[in-house]
């Protein structure tokens, strides 16, 4: 529906018996990490810098809620409020539209300012701009490791929608249950024995 690549979806993924929110972080970046975490978090799953760079694409759509970069707009720093790095224009609008994101947490903004609804290249053309609009989008143009793949797939969409097919198809398949571990559940919300 928003364009992008075709990639082969595998069925079957079972699910596990053990659902906690607690396991979660550690499991998944944060929009406060170094990149050196978020290349180590991406490495301990089996996922290389170009790989990390390509998944990282797919802020091209979608929103983030105000608090994950109300620090680059609010209170970067005591000399300078606003990230330097931020485009001004494009801070001042984030600043706008998350003025009240305290009394109303559900506050968002597109990740892609450009073409928010389109999967295109566009991510990584805006970040050289100022509009990454997470401190990790910013940072993959910054550190030395990440910026020769994010100036690549700004300057070939073709490279990174191969890349990000290949990187997606490794990702379904990341710590599948096999044998008798796991389930298919009759009920996508519930294990099929719930243990009182
Ligand atoms: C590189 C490290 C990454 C960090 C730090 C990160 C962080 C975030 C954060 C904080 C949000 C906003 C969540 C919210 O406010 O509700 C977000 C949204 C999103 N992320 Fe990431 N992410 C990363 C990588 C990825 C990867 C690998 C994918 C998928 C392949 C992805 C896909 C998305 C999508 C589609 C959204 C928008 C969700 C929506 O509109 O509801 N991100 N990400």
């Known amino acids: 529906m928003v364009g992008g690549p ?9 699910d596990g018996f053990l659902s906690k929110s607690t396991r979660v972080k550690g499991n998944v970046p944060e929009s406060n990490m170094g990149t050196s975490e978020i290349i180590a978090l991406f490495g ?20 983030s809620h105000c608090k994950e970069f109300a620090n680059r ?16 224009r494009f801070a001042d609008g984030l600043k706008m539209a998350c003025a009240n994101y305290g009394s109303n947490p559900t ?3 597109f990740n892609d300012l450009m073409t928010p609804n389109k999967f295109d290249n566009m991510y990584y053309q805006n970040l050289p701009r100022g509009l990454g609009l997470l401190s990790t989008d910013r940072d993959m143009i910054v550190d030395s490791r990440t910026k020769y793949f994010a100036n690549l797939y700004a300057k070939n969409q073709t490279l990174f929608f191969d890349a990000f097919a290949r990187a997606m198809e490794k990702l379904s398949v990341l710590g599948i249950k096999m044998g008798r571990n796991g389930e298919i559940r009759r009920r996508c919300d519930q294990f099929n024995n719930i243990v009182t």
């Open 6 to 14: 075709f990639y082969q979806v595998r069925l079957g993924r079972k």
């Open 44 to 63: 301990a799953k089996g996922f290389n810098v170009q790989e990390t760079v390509a998944l990282s694409g797919a802020h091209t759509i979608g929103f």
């Open 73 to 88: 707009i609010f209170n970067y720093s005591k000399a300078t409020p606003v990230d330097p790095t931020l485009n001004p």
């Open 107 to 109: 506050v968002s903004a």
